[in-house]
């Protein structure tokens, strides 16, 4: 039978913790089973200690099926055994301020196996919600990445037999994405408070695509100059948030030093209580489904190649599609200028836009990189495919603005080289 495994230091019995976790047993219908870890002292003790007994009779009084399972030798090594004994469905730890190897269990269980833990800082939420008193306070701290879906299902999972009132909540760089979106043109107007609430509406977009616009579930987004788990941490005690979930990675070597930071970060630093989803290594390549295209960013330079390329865009597109037609050009260039370069783009002849009921959208963007120009333009509007034409190669090998957009880009580019059936 499937279980709920606590892992318990012979020097610290959370009573709190142990009587949550019962009740989250009983609620899903897992088995208990506490795991007593060797003494950090190496002291001689009994095999029960006298607060553990004391624990398992409440336990036992609340019902549901509870089994005790002494952690032999090595502290990680054991309790990877225990886990995988008991088949555990996730791992308990309460927080122990005097014990100096939690990061190295947690790590463990994170590192070998695929169960989630949850490492609990207030029982009180918990128990209650277990028992069907609340709704829990989650806050999901999400990236786009498999990891994040993992933790994701794993709390829908969770919510189809307990009620959770859930926020994703996405914590992005903000230098990095003014430099995704193109926001670091001069000759640009805007406050700096409209570019953050543009930014915000942008990553809120992407986070309701990734997750599929889930109903009753709040999106919230975090622009950080600083630690990503310092701003959950900041988000997180703001929102009084009963749990807070974050998704990793199983590595291995230096890969886990990077990739398992902000997981570890936000054990560290977050005081309400958290739960770790971990991704299997072999989970990662799970290729999703593929997504109908409905708006493309088609770049034109004027050119006979060029102008396909707008006609391959709207190929690709089914009737009611858009295609954002865009031409790149000088900063410098006076208005007037760019005004009647707007007009040469509204009257290009398209004629498989009209035979496809496909939307034209005209722009001009002003920029010395048109490729920076176009990628950044293509994220701002959450484009799905980026269209471009191919002049061949120059005297200095590609060099082409089409091979700078497919280094740069972010989303799937159609280099158009001779589209005849465009």
């Not at 030798?73 to 088949?87: I, K």
């Not at 939420?125 to 709704?135: C, D, F, H, K, M």
């Not at 001009?364 to 333009?377: D, G, H, K, N, Y």
Request: net charge neutral.
């Amino acid at each position: 039978m499937s279980s709920i495994l606590v892992a318990v230091e012979p020097a610290f019995v959370s009573v709190g913790t142990l009587t949550a976790s019962a009740a989250l047993a009983k609620a899903l219908d897992l088995s208990l089973v506490l795991a007593r870890l060797p003494s950090e002292e190496r002291s001689d003790r009994p095999d029960v200690p006298d607060d553990l007994k004391s624990a398992l009779q409440v336990l036992q009084e609340m019902g549901g099926q509870v089994q005790w399972c002494p952690v032999q030798g090595n502290a990680e090594t054991g309790l990877t055994d225990c886990v995988q004994e008991h088949q555990a469905r996730l791992v308990v730890f309460a927080e122990d301020p005097r014990s100096t190897r939690l990061e190295g269990l947690t790590g463990a269980i994170i590192r070998n196996l695929s169960t989630p833990l949850l490492l609990v800082r207030d029982p009180d939420p918990l128990r209650r919600w277990a028992r069907g008193e609340i709704t829990l306070k989650t806050m999901l701290a999400m990236d786009f990445s498999a990891c994040s879906q993992a933790a994701l299902s794993w709390i829908q999972g969770l919510n189809a037999r307990l009620p959770v009132d859930l926020e994703l909540f996405h914590v992005s760089w903000l230098p990095g994405q003014r430099r995704r979106l193109g926001m670091l043109n001069p000759r640009e107007s805007h406050s700096e408070e409209a570019e953050e609430a543009e930014i915000r509406q942008v990553l809120l977009r992407e986070m309701g695509a990734f997750s599929g616009r889930l109903p009753g579930v709040r999106y919230s987004v975090g622009l950080s100059l600083g630690r990503t788990a310092d701003t959950i941490a900041f988000a997180a005690t703001e929102r009084e948030s009963d749990l807070v979930v974050v998704g990793t990675r199983q590595r291995q070597g230096l890969s886990r030093l990077w990739h398992g930071s902000v997981a570890g970060g936000v054990l560290a630093e977050v005081r309400s209580n958290v739960a770790v989803v971990p991704l299997a290594s072999e989970s990662v390549s799970q290729v999703g489904p593929l997504c109908l295209v409905r708006s493309v960013l088609a770049a034109t330079d004027f050119s006979e190649n060029g102008n396909r390329t707008v006609q391959a865009a709207c190929a690709l597109l089914p009737e009611g599609g858009t295609v954002h037609l865009v031409h790149v050009v000088d900063p410098h260039l006076p208005e007037a200028a760019q005004a009647q370069i707007r007009s040469r783009l509204a009257a290009l002849e398209i004629p498989s836009a009209r035979a496809a009921g496909v939307r034209l959208k005209v722009e001009v963007l002003s920029s010395r990189t048109p490729a920076e120009a176009i990628c950044a333009r293509a994220e701002r509007l959450g484009v799905d495919v980026v269209c471009v034409g191919y002049r061949g190669r120059t005297a200095l090998g590609w060099g082409s603005i089409s091979d700078a957009v497919l280094k740069r880009s972010e989303r799937p580019v159609l280099v158009v080289k001779n589209p005849s059936w465009a």
